[in-house]
T-cell receptor, first 110, second 111 residues
Framework: GQNIDQPTEMTATEGAIVQINCTYQ??????LFWYQQHAGEAPTFLSY????GLEEKGRFSSFLSRSKGYSYLLLKELQMKDSASYLC???????????FGAGTRLFVKA | SQTIHQWPATLVQPVGSPLSLECTVE??????LYWYRQAAGRGLQLLFY??????ISSEVPQNLSASRPQDRQFILSSKKLLLSDSGFYLC??????????FGQGTRLTVV
């Protein structure tokens, strides 16, 4: 079967650092993605990992361990506008399907 | 640059009525196109994907169908809507690095 797990909700303080975890079990692996989705809007692409390690892009970093089926998204210097849902998604090998997790709702408080 | 258009943005339809949602992509050729549905507070459920004209793969047996009459056009349809068809429908195409780019979404409420 295919399964992606991530926490339902998290709360963090403005200016702080937050780590959103994602574990996955999929039939093959061809990349892991993180998307940001504000309420009522479509998701927007944040990051892509296909090899183990850390990918950094400004205030956002994403880590992947393929052997553990694990990824995390790290958000630094949190801003109020970072309040959104963060979706972890995995692309299966050789196919065209990307499977999405249910998302983690992040609340940033002052 | 590539853009993806999806309409309408919101739709309220009675049970048993038909549905047609349209998605078009500009600035790319032969894109892989997808329809997803997102229920309130839930993740994205893949409904259909298409790798070319007339080629449709269905992921979940349901009350919906999809068609790709042109290279950059992807249509989601239903002959008779059910209450359970309510949700946020998203069209997407997959870019060069395999990331998905989404249309604005259609919020469908079946009443």
């Amino acid at each position: 079967g295919q399964n992606i797990d991530q926490p339902t909700e998290m709360t963090a303080t403005e200016g702080a650092i937050v780590q959103i975890n994602c574990t996955y079990q999929t039939s093959g692996f061809n990349g892991l993605f993180w998307y940001q989705q504000h309420a009522g809007e479509a998701p927007t692409f944040l990051s892509y990992n296909v090899l183990d390690g850390l990918e950094e892009k400004g205030r956002f970093s994403s880590f992947l361990s393929r052997s553990k089926g694990y990824s995390y998204l790290l958000l630094k210097e949190l801003q109020m506008k970072d309040s959104a849902s963060y979706l972890c998604a995995v692309r299966a090998t050789g196919g065209f399907k990307t499977i999405f997790g249910a998302g983690t709702r992040l609340f940033v408080k002052a | 640059s590539q853009t993806i258009h999806q309409w309408p943005a919101t739709l309220v339809q009675p049970v048993g009525s038909p549905l047609s949602l349209e998605c078009t992509v500009e600035g790319t050729s032969n894109p892989n196109l997808y329809w997803y549905r997102q229920a309130a507070g839930r993740g994205l459920q893949l409904l259909f994907y298409s790798v070319g004209i007339g080629q449709i793969s269905s992921e979940v047996p349901q009350n919906l169908s999809a068609s790709r009459p042109q290279d950059r056009q992807f249509i989601l349809s239903s002959k008779k809507l059910l209450l359970s068809d309510s949700g946020f429908y998203l069209c997407a195409w997959v870019g060069q690095n395999r990331e998905a780019f989404f249309g604005q979404g259609t919020r469908l409420t079946v009443v």
